[in-house]
């Protein structure tokens, strides 16, 4: 029993998440962002060209469809910017926070204690840029894993290291 | 049987060959794997080819050496399938395979549940299988297929006490030796199996009675257009006899096959479902035709939930469901069979179950309330929206509609009973050792985890909730997520770094 008095403490006093720094994703990671926000897009002009070409009736609504587009892809772009400013992560002594997300914002905690093992991935245009993803998996399955693109290289690689030593340590 | 074995029948250091009428079992096995295989390409032939005598004699040659070469593979495979246990290295291996060999190696440690389990065959032969669970993203099954009861027992239980001394080992063994006369902790009589069978599952064995008839629908079409007889009458005739009473009576009848469908499942599932208490493990076995047998290590277990409806609050029935570490495997049945389910106990008996999985009973803490935008949403979505459409529709496009217009208000009622139940029972209760959330329309279920078996949280809020301080928690665990919807987000946070300081300062492991 004692531990339990021992357990019972101000949950006030707490480290809270909410206040950690985050540190944003790297600057270039937006070219990459970009890059993919335009292959997408080109994809979907070819698809709405081919339509407008073969059918004679959506050949009216041209302007219209095309307007969409735009304001669509306008849309996108600034969402997406958006949302980069919004991305961030944070490791703490015990444990790793990823923040993000556009019309949802949300931050997902990870223990080091609870990380099953870690990967870092290279895209194609990330290599361009010299960046990374690091993906923290738990048993949680693909829900309760962690994914943060865009740190540069080196810098995933330390925190790798460093995530590598602590569930070490853990054990 | 048991009696004149010595223990040194219970030695597994030795590598040692399953039981010897294994080979039926494994030569049944591929035969059955074969036949599989070549019924259809044989039919075929045979419909195809009109002369019969010479045909006849070629199949019933190259089927009786076809035989004899899986005979002779089932007993060369029987030979060279070994299993035995490294109390060193705490390993268990099994080696496999007649040219290519395979030699599986499993550590301890890294086993979730061993399942003794028997099939049909398996009863007549008189062996049983034993199946290894082991944790760990990459599947790796292993499973004996002959194996004789006690030794299976045996087997299992050196399997799942690794970290037992050897004394305790010999313990077991003797413990075993009565485990007959031992009390179970519960165990299903006939009167409730039959209770649970008409207060439970409506939906599977719904579902199952819709493919029947689905079925039938589509012989039916079959046969008339096979035979082509005069489809309309047949259909003039059915639609004639439909009138209320008929419908009454459908309705009733469904009702009884429905119940039927349910009792019958759950005998042939549940039958003589009993819990075991076994050092420290819950031993359970059912099954009327396939007898289940698994033991379940309390500290494996990653959620508990337990269930009631109505009708099974008024005769004191509860559900159970035990579940372990799933890892999301691509194989969704797979990750099905480690759940244990507990078709009916009482509350007392709950707790006791829950006592022993938890080590203590839980207790619900401070109570989370969902704001009301819960409500709100649901109803958009439920009534506001569907409503709507139906609305417009009929007003502008099917004029046919507006005869139904009417069954919007039982629609209100009924949907809007179901919501307003399910904001009212959508709780959380935290404290400082369970975290429980209640759920459900129908079936109140409630999600048992205690923090240390937390593997991540998450936080979550929409941009417009932000000033009313509305927000979400997603709680990941290794057997699912539990999901708790608009609460208050100042508090969700104070209890998100409160989690995050209990599984960080926790020494206890999650499995």
């Given at each position: 029993m004692k531990e339990f008095t021992n357990e019972t403490i101000d949950t006030d006093s707490l480290p809270k998440y909410e206040e950690v720094q985050l540190n944003p994703l790297h600057k270039k990671y937006w070219n990459v962002m970009l890059i993919n926000i335009f292959i997408f897009l080109f994809v979907m002009g070819i698809g709405i060209a081919t339509l407008l070409v073969l059918n004679a009736n959506a050949r009216g609504y041209t302007y219209v469809i095309s307007g969409i587009y735009i304001v669509f892809a306008f849309l996108l772009i600034v969402l997406y910017r958006a949302s980069l400013k919004k991305r961030g992560f944070a490791v703490r002594e015990k444990d790793i926070l990823y923040t993000s997300g556009i019309i949802a914002l949300s931050t997902t905690i990870v223990p080091f204690s609870r990380i099953q093992h870690i990967a870092l991935d290279e895209g194609l245009f990330s290599r361009i840029y010299g960046l990374g993803e690091l993906r923290i998996f738990t048993a949680g399955g693909s829900s309760g894993s962690l994914h943060i693109p865009g740190i540069e290289i080196d810098n995933a690689k330390s925190i790798k290291e460093l995530l590598m030593k602590q569930i070490n340590e853990a054990d | 049987m048991i009696a004149p074995e010595t223990n040194k029948e219970y030695d597994f250091s030795a590598p040692r060959k399953q039981s010897a009428s294994g080979i039926i079992i494994m030569f049944a096995n591929s035969f059955q794997k074969i036949v599989r295989a070549l019924a259809l390409p044989l039919i075929l032939i045979i419909v195809k080819s009109k002369d019969s005598g010479n045909l006849a004699l070629i199949l019933i040659v190259f089927l009786s050496l076809l035989t004899i070469a899986l005979a002779l593979f089932a007993y060369f495979s029987y030979q060279k399938f070994t299993f035995f246990l490294d109390e060193k290295k705490q390993e268990f291996i099994i080696n496999s395979g007649i040219f290519s060999k395979t030699s599986l190696t499993i550590q301890l440690n890294k086993i979730q549940q061993v399942n003794i389990n028997q099939n049909l065959l398996q009863q007549v032969v008189g062996v049983y299988s034993l199946e290894i669970d082991t944790a760990g993203s990459e599947k790796k099954e292993a499973s004996i297929k002959a194996i004789d009861h006690a030794t299976a027992t045996i087997l299992k239980q050196k399997l799942l006490s690794h970290d037992l001394t050897e004394n305790e080992n010999i313990d077991i063994q003797t413990d075993n030796q009565v485990t007959g006369p031992i009390q179970p902790l519960l165990k299903l009589s006939n009167n409730t199996l039959l209770k649970i069978g008409i207060t439970s599952n409506y939906g599977a064995s719904l579902l199952l009675l819709t493919g029947f008839i689905f079925g039938t629908i589509q012989l039916f079409k079959d046969y008339t257009d096979a035979l082509e007889i005069e489809r309309e009458q047949i259909t003039q005739m059915l639609s004639k006899g439909v009138t209320l009473f008929s419908m009454c009576f459908m309705a009733i009848f469904a009702l009884i096959i429905i119940l039927g469908t349910n009792i019958i499942r759950t005998f042939l599932k549940y039958f003589n479902f009993k819990i075991i208490k076994q050092k420290g493990a819950l031993a359970i076995s059912s099954g009327l035709f396939t007898h289940k047998n698994v033991l379940l290590t309390p500290n494996k277990v990653q959620l508990s939930a337990y269930s009631q409806n109505y009708f099974q609050k008024k005769f004191d029935l509860l559900n159970m469901k035990i579940k372990q570490a799933s890892f999301d495997s691509a194989d969704k049945e797979e990750s099905k069979k480690s759940d244990i389910e507990i078709p009916g106990c009482n509350e007392q008996e709950r707790n006791e179950v829950l006592n022993m999985i938890l080590s203590h009973v839980p207790t619900k803490g401070a109570e989370l309330k969902p704001n009301y935008r819960f409500i709100f949403l649901q109803t958009m979505i439920w009534i506001v929206f569907p409503i709507s459409i139906f609305v417009l529709l009929s007003s502008y496009a099917l004029p046919l509609l507006r005869n139904y217009l009417i069954m919007v208000i039982p629609y209100i009622i009924v949907v809007g009973i179901m919501l307003y139940f399910e904001f009212n029972r959508h709780r959380l209760y935290v404290d400082e050792n369970f975290i429980i959330k209640k759920s459900g329309i129908w079936d109140v279920e409630h999600e048992i985890i205690e923090?240390?078996?937390?593997?991540a949280i998450t936080a979550k809020q929409y941009f417009w909730h932000k000033a009313a301080d509305v927000g979400h928690l997603i709680i990941h665990t290794a057997a699912g997520v539990i999901h708790f919807k608009y609460g208050n987000y100042t508090h969700i946070k104070s209890l998100v770094n409160y989690w995050s300081y209990k599984i960080e300062v926790s020494q206890k492991d999650w499995m």
């Amino acid at each position: 029993m004692k531990e339990f008095t021992n357990e019972t403490i101000d949950t006030d006093s707490l480290p809270k998440y909410e206040e950690v720094q985050l540190n944003p994703l790297h600057k270039k990671y937006w070219n990459v962002m970009l890059i993919n926000i335009f292959i997408f897009l080109f994809v979907m002009g070819i698809g709405i060209a081919t339509l407008l070409v073969l059918n004679a009736n959506a050949r009216g609504y041209t302007y219209v469809i095309s307007g969409i587009y735009i304001v669509f892809a306008f849309l996108l772009i600034v969402l997406y910017r958006a949302s980069l400013k919004k991305r961030g992560f944070a490791v703490r002594e015990k444990d790793i926070l990823y923040t993000s997300g556009i019309i949802a914002l949300s931050t997902t905690i990870v223990p080091f204690s609870r990380i099953q093992h870690i990967a870092l991935d290279e895209g194609l245009f990330s290599r361009i840029y010299g960046l990374g993803e690091l993906r923290i998996f738990t048993a949680g399955g693909s829900s309760g894993s962690l994914h943060i693109p865009g740190i540069e290289i080196d810098n995933a690689k330390s925190i790798k290291e460093l995530l590598m030593k602590q569930i070490n340590e853990a054990d | 049987m048991i009696a004149p074995e010595t223990n040194k029948e219970y030695d597994f250091s030795a590598p040692r060959k399953q039981s010897a009428s294994g080979i039926i079992i494994m030569f049944a096995n591929s035969f059955q794997k074969i036949v599989r295989a070549l019924a259809l390409p044989l039919i075929l032939i045979i419909v195809k080819s009109k002369d019969s005598g010479n045909l006849a004699l070629i199949l019933i040659v190259f089927l009786s050496l076809l035989t004899i070469a899986l005979a002779l593979f089932a007993y060369f495979s029987y030979q060279k399938f070994t299993f035995f246990l490294d109390e060193k290295k705490q390993e268990f291996i099994i080696n496999s395979g007649i040219f290519s060999k395979t030699s599986l190696t499993i550590q301890l440690n890294k086993i979730q549940q061993v399942n003794i389990n028997q099939n049909l065959l398996q009863q007549v032969v008189g062996v049983y299988s034993l199946e290894i669970d082991t944790a760990g993203s990459e599947k790796k099954e292993a499973s004996i297929k002959a194996i004789d009861h006690a030794t299976a027992t045996i087997l299992k239980q050196k399997l799942l006490s690794h970290d037992l001394t050897e004394n305790e080992n010999i313990d077991i063994q003797t413990d075993n030796q009565v485990t007959g006369p031992i009390q179970p902790l519960l165990k299903l009589s006939n009167n409730t199996l039959l209770k649970i069978g008409i207060t439970s599952n409506y939906g599977a064995s719904l579902l199952l009675l819709t493919g029947f008839i689905f079925g039938t629908i589509q012989l039916f079409k079959d046969y008339t257009d096979a035979l082509e007889i005069e489809r309309e009458q047949i259909t003039q005739m059915l639609s004639k006899g439909v009138t209320l009473f008929s419908m009454c009576f459908m309705a009733i009848f469904a009702l009884i096959i429905i119940l039927g469908t349910n009792i019958i499942r759950t005998f042939l599932k549940y039958f003589n479902f009993k819990i075991i208490k076994q050092k420290g493990a819950l031993a359970i076995s059912s099954g009327l035709f396939t007898h289940k047998n698994v033991l379940l290590t309390p500290n494996k277990v990653q959620l508990s939930a337990y269930s009631q409806n109505y009708f099974q609050k008024k005769f004191d029935l509860l559900n159970m469901k035990i579940k372990q570490a799933s890892f999301d495997s691509a194989d969704k049945e797979e990750s099905k069979k480690s759940d244990i389910e507990i078709p009916g106990c009482n509350e007392q008996e709950r707790n006791e179950v829950l006592n022993m999985i938890l080590s203590h009973v839980p207790t619900k803490g401070a109570e989370l309330k969902p704001n009301y935008r819960f409500i709100f949403l649901q109803t958009m979505i439920w009534i506001v929206f569907p409503i709507s459409i139906f609305v417009l529709l009929s007003s502008y496009a099917l004029p046919l509609l507006r005869n139904y217009l009417i069954m919007v208000i039982p629609y209100i009622i009924v949907v809007g009973i179901m919501l307003y139940f399910e904001f009212n029972r959508h709780r959380l209760y935290v404290d400082e050792n369970f975290i429980i959330k209640k759920s459900g329309i129908w079936d109140v279920e409630h999600e048992i985890i205690e923090p240390h078996k937390i593997q991540a949280i998450t936080a979550k809020q929409y941009f417009w909730h932000k000033a009313a301080d509305v927000g979400h928690l997603i709680i990941h665990t290794a057997a699912g997520v539990i999901h708790f919807k608009y609460g208050n987000y100042t508090h969700i946070k104070s209890l998100v770094n409160y989690w995050s300081y209990k599984i960080e300062v926790s020494q206890k492991d999650w499995m």
